[in-house]
């Protein structure tokens, strides 16, 4: 599968932005999909994922309350709605897909097989 991200840019603390990933291919709904993201100098972090029929979500503790992850297996679409934006949510944000029979949400890269390019997000203060 190959994973386009979208829906970055410049913003202003406190506002919002809604990030898409569209995947390739028509097994779309076996893949639990997920968001992180890496600012220069740190390590790649767990945003969200979301399970193959939207069912489980799980959130890193960063960003809990402020973003929501969900998905159109219609439209081989996930979506990472991002409100409240801090300075220190400035990132370049990845989706990953992770090829699976099961009910699960991973939470670590290790899981997931597919990557896209990313997207930048620059929260300004």
């Known amino acids: 599968v190959q994973l386009q991200a979208s829906g970055g840019g410049l913003v202003q603390a406190g506002h919002s932005l809604r990030l898409s990933c569209a995947a390739s291919?028509?097994?779309?709904?076996?893949?639990?999909m997920g968001w992180f993201r890496q600012s220069p100098g740190k390590e790649r972090e767990f945003v969200a994922a979301i399970s193959r029929a939207g069912t489980v979500r799980r959130y890193g503790d960063s960003v809990k309350g402020r973003f929501t992850i969900s998905r159109d297996n219609a439209e081989n679409t996930v979506y990472l709605q991002v409100n409240s934006l801090k300075p220190e949510d400035t990132a370049v944000y990845y989706c990953a897909a992770d090829y699976t029979v099961t009910r699960a949400a991973p939470t670590t890269s290790e899981h997931y097989d597919y990557w896209g390019q990313g997207t930048q997000v620059t929260v300004s203060s």
């Open positions: 291919g028509r097994t779309f709904s076996q893949y639990a």
